[in-house]
C-alpha cells in the first residue's frame, strides 16, 4: 500500500512550525558561504595560510557540496530525510568547533572540506522534505518561496554579520555561529519534522558514487582555475577526466535498475526545462564578483558597507519572491519567468551605462531591477522540479536541483569570470615608473593595482588607480553584456518550454508523469517519529 495516501492534501499547522525550523539550517548555510571572504584575511595572518591554502579554504566547501549532493540526496531517499537531515545538522556544528579552533591551515582545510560533506546532506534533505510536507502545489509554491528567501537573507546578512562578529570577537567566531542554529535543529526536528523515506529503494551502488565524484570534482575544479590562473594542460584535463567520468556515470545509471540518478526524470519535459532555468540562474553569478569589485575598488567601499549597500537589491528579491505565488494565480509561469528575466536583463544592460568615477546610486538601481526580474525564477523552477518528481525521488530531485545551480556558478565563476580578466587585462594601460613587478601585479587585477599604488609618488599612483578603475569597469560592462544575453536566452527557454503550464489558481503544478516512465510506482513510506 502506498503510504502516500494518508498524507493530509492541505498542510497544517505543525508542517509550518516544521518549515521554520528547516529554515535555520537553510540561513546558517547561505550564510557561511559568505562570511568566510571577510575572515579569510584575519586568519590567514593567524595560520600563516599560504596562497594556495587560501584557495583550498576558500574553494574545499564548495568542491565537496558540489560533488556530493546526487549521492546524499538519494541516501535520504533510502534512510530516511529526516534522519540525514538530522546527521547532517550535528556533523555541521562538529566540524564547525573544529573549524573555529584550528591552529593550522591544514585543520582548517580538513574542517571546511567536513562542513562541504555536512552541508551536502542538508539542502537536499530539505527540498524533499519540503516537497513530502506541503503536498497542495499552491502551498508547495508559497514554502520553496519562503525556503529560497531564508536562503538569500543568509547570504545578504553573512557579510554585515561577520564584519560583526570580526569587529568584536576573534576570526573563529564566524564558525561558532552555526553551533547554537544547529544544535536547536537537533532539539527540535525530531518532534516537529516528518520521516520520509523509499521503503522499496535499493542499496547505494559504490561505483556510482565514485563515477559522480569524479564527474563533478574535477570539473568544477578546473572551471575554477580558469578563472584564476588560466585554461593551462592540468585544468583542461581536469575538465577532460570529468566530462569522460560524467559519460560513464550516465551509462552505469542507464543500466542499473536502482540508479543512483534517476535520468527517467529528465523524460519530464518541465523537469527538464526547471533544471536548465536554474543552471540559467546560476550562469550570473559571475557578474557579481566584478559589482564587489567595482564597489570596493571605484567606490572605495568597506566589504561590511559594501553588503550593506546591497541589501536593497536582496530585500527586492525577497519580496518578489513572495509574491509570486500571487502573480501565478493571474498569469501563465512562463510569462511570469520570461518576462522577469527580460526585466532582469534590463537590469544587467544598466551596468553598462557606469563609469569610471562611480555612481554608487545607479549600482544599487540596477541590482535591485535584476533581482526584482530573476527573483521569480528562482523559487517557480525549484518547485517546478520538485513538483514534476514522484514523492520516492524527490530527494534525488532535489539533489538534481541543487546541483545544477552550483554547476551553473562554476561554469559562470570560469567563462563571465575569464570574461571580465580579459577584458581587464586588455583595457588596462601600464603608466611609466612602475617597477616589472608592480606593472605585473596592476595588470593582474584591480587589487594588484591598489596595492602597487600604495608604494607610489601621489601623481604617479593617481595614474595607476585612474587606469585601473577603467579596466575594471571596462570589465563589468562586458560581463554584465554576457549575462543580459544569457537572460534573453533564458527568456526564450522559458517561453517556449512553460507556456503550456496554466495558471490555474497559482498552482503551477506540471501534469503528471506516466508511472513506466518516472518509476512513481514505488512506494513512499512515511513514518513520523
Not at 585543520?107 to 546532506?121: E, K, W, Y
Not at 525577497?318 to 537590469?347: D, K, N
Request: contains cysteine; charged residues 10%; aromatic residues 6%.
Amino acid at each position: 500500500m502506498d503510504a502516500t495516501a494518508a498524507i493530509p492534501t492541505r498542510a497544517g499547522r505543525r508542517e509550518f512550525i516544521g518549515l521554520a525550523v528547516l529554515a535555520l539550517p537553510t540561513i546558517l548555510v547561505s550564510m557561511d558561504i559568505s562570511v568566510l571572504y571577510l575572515a579569510l584575511p584575519h586568519l590567514s595572518g593567524d595560520l600563516g595560510a599560504s596562497s594556495v591554502q587560501q584557495l583550498w579554504i576558500t574553494d574545499i566547501y564548495g568542491f565537496m557540496l558540489a560533488g556530493l549532493l546526487v549521492t546524499m540526496g538519494n541516501l535520504g531517499d533510502r534512510i530516511g530525510r529526516k534522519r540525514l537531515l538530522l546527521f547532517g545538522a550535528a556533523g555541521f556544528a562538529v566540524a564547525s568547533v573544529i573549524a573555529a579552533y584550528a591552529d593550522n591551515a591544514a585543520t582548517l582545510i580538513a574542517a571546511r572540506a567536513l562542513l562541504g560533506v555536512a552541508g551536502s546532506t542538508l539542502m537536499p534533505s530539505i527540498m524533499a522534505l519540503i516537497s513530502a510536507m506541503f503536498r497542495d502545489p499552491q502551498q508547495h509554491t508559497m514554502a520553496i518561496t519562503v525556503w529560497m528567501s531564508c536562503f538569500l537573507g543568509g547570504t545578504a546578512l553573512g557579510p554585515i554579520i561577520g564584519g560583526l562578529l570580526l569587529g568584536s570577537f576573534w576570526w573563529g567566531a564566524v564558525f561558532l555561529v552555526a553551533v547554537p542554529i544547529m544544535v536547536l535543529v537537533l532539539a527540535l526536528g525530531p518532534a516537529l519534522l516528518p520521516e520520509f523515506r523509499n521503503e522499496q529503494a535499493g542499496r547505494l551502488d559504490p561505483l556510482s558514487i565514485v563515477l559522480s565524484l569524479a564527474a563533478i570534482l574535477p570539473a568544477v575544479y578546473g572551471l575554477k582555475q580558469i578563472t584564476r590562473t588560466g585554461a593551462d594542460a592540468l585544468t583542461i584535463l581536469a575538465i577532460v577526466v570529468g566530462l569522460v567520468c560524467g559519460v560513464l556515470f550516465v551509462r552505469r545509471q542507464n543500466r542499473l535498475t536502482d540508479p543512483l540518478l534517476d535520468l527517467r526524470l529528465f523524460h519530464h519535459k518541465i523537469f527538464r526545462s526547471a533544471l536548465l532555468l536554474t543552471m540559467c540562474a546560476g550562469l550570473v553569478a559571475g557578474n557579481q564578483l566584478f559589482v564587489y569589485l567595482y564597489l570596493q575598488s571605484v567606490q572605495q567601499l568597506s566589504p561590511v558597507v559594501t553588503a550593506l549597500w546591497l541589501l536593497p537589491s536582496a530585500i527586492s528579491m525577497i519580496i518578489i519572491m513572495q509574491l509570486t505565488p500571487l502573480l501565478i494565480r493571474r498569469i501563465r509561469p512562463a510569462y511570469v519567468i520570461a518576462g522577469g528575466v527580460v526585466l532582469a536583463a534590463v537590469g544587467y544592460l544598466m551596468l553598462t551605462q557606469l563609469g569610471s568615477s562611480g555612481n554608487l546610486a545607479l549600482v544599487v538601481a540596477a541590482l535591485v531591477v535584476t533581482n526584482l526580474g530573476t527573483g521569480p525564477m528562482g523559487s517557480m523552477c525549484a518547485a517546478l522540479a520538485m513538483q514534476s518528481a514522484p514523492p520516492e525521488r524527490a530527494g534525488s530531485a532535489a539533489a538534481m536541483t541543487s546541483t545544477a545551480g552550483e554547476l551553473g556558478i562554476a561554469v559562470s565563476v570560469a567563462v563571465i569570470g575569464s570574461i571580465g580578466n580579459a577584458l581587464y587585462t586588455h583595457q588596462f594601460r601600464t603608466p611609466g615608473g612602475l617597477s616589472a613587478e608592480q606593472a605585473a601585479a596592476s595588470r593582474e587585477s584591480v587589487a594588484g593595482a591598489m596595492e602597487s599604488a600604495k608604494a607610489l609618488p601621489g601623481d604617479q599612483a593617481t595614474v595607476l588607480l585612474h587606469n585601473a578603475f577603467d579596466a575594471i569597469t571596462t570589465s563589468l560592462h562586458g560581463t554584465a553584456i554576457a549575462s543580459a544575453a544569457v537572460m534573453v536566452g533564458a527568456a526564450v527557454l522559458a517561453f517556449t518550454t512553460l507556456r503550456e503550464l496554466p495558471s490555474s489558481g497559482g498552482s503551477a503544478a506540471p501534469a503528471a508523469e506516466p508511472e513506466a516512465e518516472v518509476g512513481t510506482a514505488d512506494p513512499v513510506t512515511r513514518a513520523a517519529h
